[in-house]
């Protein structure tokens, strides 16, 4: 079946850790993005890829690092930089970035630190 | 400054009874807004997507409304059943910059 396919659906990370999330789609989709939604506020954009080999920066990218070496790939490294990593992380993909298109969610990691 | 609003926050309702949930923006170039159900721990799923030229769009008891002149959108729901207990967010996208702009959701409990 087509879609995206984040994982694992649960992580935990010490603190001073660097962990990756995981974020697969075979929709082939170019644009990609990283989302954290906290409780009672909405997603908030850390990165977006446009295209294969390119990526920007959202909102919030401080603490967080990204690669787009693949179409279907696009991991998330959440830093030790993170000051407050905890939440629940979405990808999602899009055709493109037209402003037409649907943006296509995973299913989320939830993270937590120890 | 591009921002999407619901209201209310949270909501409860009986089974079987309607709701209407509500969604202004101030995104500009407005593209077309979409209505998302989240179930709790979920990815968001797509319930309807809404151009400019459109003022109403219905998915099975889903009916979503367009004002692209007072920029307010609007969820109804029909009927109301427990698997509809979620959040429902509204999204706008513009023809810009990072594309999408989330509301902070509606939470919705349908109750026996």
């Known amino acids: 079946d087509g879609g995206i396919t984040q994982s694992p659906k649960y992580l935990f990370r010490k603190e001073g850790q660097n962990v990756t999330l995981s974020c697969e789609q075979n929709l082939n989709h170019d644009a990609m993005y990283w989302y954290r939604q906290d409780p009672g506020q909405g997603l908030r954009l850390i990165y977006y890829?446009?295209?294969?080999?390119?990526?920007q920066k959202g909102d919030i990218a401080e603490g967080y690092s990204v690669s787009r070496e693949k179409k279907e790939s696009f991991p998330l490294t959440v830093t030790s930089a993170q000051k407050n990593p905890t939440a629940f992380y979405l990808c999602?993909?899009?055709?493109?970035?037209?402003?037409?298109?649907?943006?296509?969610f995973g299913q989320g990691t939830r993270l937590t630190v120890v | 400054k591009n921002q999407v609003e619901q209201s209310p926050q949270s909501l409860i309702i009986l089974e079987g009874k309607n709701c209407t949930l509500q969604c202004n923006y101030t995104v500009s170039p407005f593209s077309n807004l979409r209505w998302y159900k989240q179930d709790t721990g979920r990815g968001p799923v797509s319930l309807t997507i809404m151009t400019f030229s459109e003022n109403t769009k219905s998915n099975g008891r889903y009916t979503a409304t367009l004002d692209a002149d007072t920029k307010q959108s609007s969820l109804h729901i029909t009927a109301s059943q427990l698997s509809d207990s979620a959040s429902y967010i509204c999204v706008v996208s513009a023809n810009t910059g990072n594309q999408f702009y989330f509301g902070t959701g509606t939470s919705l409990t349908v109750i026996p």
């Open positions: 999602a993909s899009s055709i493109d970035m037209t402003g037409y298109t649907e943006a296509f």
């Open positions: 890829s446009q295209i294969v080999n390119d990526f």
